[in-house]
T-cell receptor
Framework: KAGVTQTPRYLIKTRGQQVTLSCSPI?????VSWYQQTPGQGLQFLFE???????NKGNFPGRFSGRQFSNSRSEMNVSTLELGDSALYLC??????????????FGAGSRLTVL | AQSVSQHNHHVILSEAASLELGCNYS??????LFWYVQYPGQHLQLLLK??????LVKGIKGFEAEFIKSKFSFNLRKPSVQWSDTAEYFC????????????FGQGTELSVKP
């Protein structure tokens, strides 16, 4: 089985721009979650999608948004980029959601640098 | 607020030494518990998990963890570390009624000297 695929792997943007990151989950996985990883704040939950619906959201400003498509692929968007948005953005997929008793499989991440 | 704390930020051990990494979480009722590992240049991988049942769980590569409910702890152990265990280790907790959301500890960087 192919793993969780994230594109692009690396990107550089300037302040004020927007960025879209893509995630393809493991085949058969219907839940996709996004996390931000930085040296200072560690791993922080952004949002969780299941069946094209956002099921849970972390404490991030409205500049961070996401969506899930009918084939379970997901995208996240960050608008009006700030220097502090520089981070590794991780996508994870799992078979189901709701109970939390399921295992997340993580992708390699998209490393965003904001100049 | 729900939180997870890992006691050590950086641990340095010699090969064959025993390892114990601490993880505590804030009270939140029923929890699901995880340890993930991130080897240099690689993505996060699951080491082990606890959902219910026997509080002593075994994972991959000889790792194990014990859930002590009364102490809100889920410490990771390995009797004898190898150089290849050099990595960053993350404790993560899923709190009741939070869907699939994981709250991660800050991570512990383990360096094993050959």
């Amino acid at each position: 089985k192919a793993g969780v695929t994230q594109t692009p792997r690396y990107l550089i943007k300037t302040r004020g721009q927007q960025v879209t990151l893509s995630c393809s989950p493991i085949s058969g996985h219907r839940s996709v979650s996004w996390y931000q990883q930085t040296p200072g704040q560690g791993l922080q939950f952004l949002f969780e999608y299941f069946s094209e619906t956002q099921r849970n959201k972390g404490n991030f400003p409205g500049r961070f948004s996401g969506r899930q498509f009918s084939n379970s692929r997901s995208e996240m968007n960050v608008s009006t980029l700030e220097l502090g948005d520089s981070a590794l953005y991780l996508c994870a997929s799992s078979e189901r959601t709701g109970s939390g008793a399921n295992v997340l499989t993580f992708g390699a991440g998209s490393r965003l640098t904001v100049l | 607020a729900q939180s997870v704390s890992q006691h050590n930020h950086h641990v340095i051990l010699s090969e064959a030494a025993s390892l114990e990494l601490g993880c505590n979480y804030s009270y939140g009722g029923t929890v699901n518990l995880f340890w993930y590992v991130q080897y240099p240049g690689q993505h996060l991988q699951l080491l082990l998990k606890y959902f219910s049942g026997d509080p002593l769980v075994k994972g991959i590569k000889g790792f194990e963890a014990e859930f002590i409910k009364s102490k809100f702890s889920f410490n990771l152990r390995k009797p004898s570390v190898q150089w290849s265990d050099t990595a960053e280790y993350f404790c993560a907790v899923n709190f009741y009624n939070q869907g699939g959301k994981l709250i991660f500890g800050q991570g512990t960087e383990l360096s094993v000297k050959p």
